[in-house]
């Protein structure tokens, strides 16, 4: 009798507990419909608008023609898998066209398509009277080493006239497989869930935090640096033997400006990009007066905002400005 | 505590013990929350790719 009972109350629990799981992912995705989560609306452009890429070197591409509402802002990518306007695939006669390679910070995440750096450099261009295409390529979670792998499928084929490597200091990790699994792939519940067990750790110290992280990144022992410097390299090379000017541009980590806790870092990849006769550019000047939190999309997502963006697009137009009127 | 062991003498008493999973699990949830909110310590890591 007693075992019966036992049974009974086992049962009850199990069936009040997948009740209470499946009540929770139905909450969370009235909740989250439209939410400023880094977990859940990471998680969502993953599942919405990425895909894998039938090149390994790649890893994932964008969706073409996908369309989602993230972090505030409405993303839709083009024919082509770029979150950009649609182009001809010639470039038009007189036009000059630069292509921004890079990742979430390229694409915009948290921010209007206006709001892109690209859209902004390319406003800057249009109010100073010049004809010049600025084409956005930036793919959240991309590396530098896919960023040229794309560039050398796909890239080529727009036909730039200079080429702006964008940089940002988790771009040396190594290329990200997709991670699987039933819940992984179709529970909001799981990815708010993992990602607050992820930040818990990281708070208690077991786990690395932002700047314990990125500065591992950059140790020997690391090869996603390695592929990186690589990766430069090999785009360098390309360019140089065409005569397309490249600009290897680091974005500043936006946790802390003063004192700048990566400096070592922008080091490294400055002799990176020196050593492969690139030009270099570094955007924290643009910031570096201003407070970080006033800088991000939203408390708890350090990715840039409208505000930081002008002022990265306008170091960059300055830049290449004068670039172009000296070469 | 006199409050929690008055919850599950009454669960006990009101046959009620399956709740106490779901309790666990709200409150192991809302304690999550509260020790995270607002905390960007975390690097950008992705769920999925």
Known sequence: ?327 | MSLIKEFIQFAKTRKKIWLFPIILLALILGGLVILTEGSAIAPFIYTVF
């Not at chain 1, 939410?35 to 990425?50: G, N, P, R, T, V």
């Not at chain 1, 080529?156 to 792939?185: C, H, M, S, W």
């Not at chain 1, 007066?289 to 350090?302: N, Q, T, Y």
């Open chain 1, 1 to 327: 009798m007693k075992v019966k009972s036992l049974s009974f109350h086992l049962l009850a629990m199990l069936l009040v507990l997948a009740l209470a799981g499946a009540l929770l992912e139905i909450g969370m995705r009235i909740a989250f419909a439209r939410s400023m989560d880094f977990d859940i609306e990471m998680w969502k452009y993953a599942m919405l608008l990425k895909q894998p890429s039938s090149n390994p070197r790649i890893g994932h591409e964008h969706k073409p023609h996908s369309r989602a509402f993230l972090m505030g802002a409405d993303v839709q990518i083009n024919s082509i898998g770029l979150r950009d306007i649609e182009r001809p695939a010639a470039k038009p006669q007189g036009v000059k066209r630069i292509l921004m390679l890079g990742d979430s910070l390229t694409f915009g995440w948290g921010v209007e398509m206006a709001d892109t750096p690209s859209r902004l450099l390319a406003q800057l261009f249009s109010a100073h009277g010049s004809d010049v295409d600025v084409i956005n390529s930036g793919v959240g979670n991309y590396n530098t080493d896919m960023e040229v792998s794309y560039f050398f499928q796909e890239g080529v084929k727009l036909d730039p006239d200079l080429v702006v490597l964008n940089y940002y200091i988790n771009d040396a990790e190594t290329t990200p497989a997709q991670q699987t699994g039933f819940f992984r792939q179709n529970s909001y519940a799981f990815a708010f869930i993992s990602g607050r067990i992820g930040i818990l750790f990281r708070l208690l110290g077991s786990s690395p935090d932002w700047r314990e992280y990125y500065q591992a990144l950059y140790d020997d022992s690391n090869p996603g640096w390695a592929r990186a410097k690589a990766a430069i390299a090999r785009l360098a090379a390309y360019c140089r033997q065409r005569d397309i000017p490249l600009i290897v541009v680091n974005y500043p980590e936006l946790h802390e400006l003063t004192p700048y806790p990566f400096l070592d870092v922008t080091a490294k990849l400055r002799a990176a990009a020196f050593s492969s006769e690139a030009d270099f550019l570094d955007l924290l000047p643009a910031v570096s007066d201003l407070e970080p939190k006033s800088l991000w999309v939203s408390p708890m997502d350090a990715h840039p905002n409208p505000a930081s963006n002008r002022a990265f697009a306008k170091l960059l137009y300055d830049t290449i400005t004068l670039k172009f009127a000296t070469d």
